[in-house]
């Protein structure tokens, strides 16, 4: 595995800007209703995620 040929993808490491609250946020609340939607935020998360690392793959 040879990242240094693609060191755009290392940009995915920012998605843990955004995804700081959902963390936090499932820590400290266990309402059904909330946590549901930390899943739904964590989805969207990996939907960035993803585009994210392939267009830096690509680049």
Do not use: C, D, Q
Request: aromatic share 16%; net charge positive; hydrophobic share 55%.
């Amino acid at each position: 595995f040879r990242l240094h040929r693609h060191p755009f993808a290392m940009a995915t490491l920012f998605i843990f800007v955004p995804a700081y609250p959902l963390i936090k946020t499932m820590f400290r609340y266990e309402s059904g209703v909330i946590l549901n939607e930390v899943l739904a935020g964590t989805g969207k998360l990996m939907l960035i995620y993803s585009l994210i690392f392939s267009i830096g793959w690509l680049i």
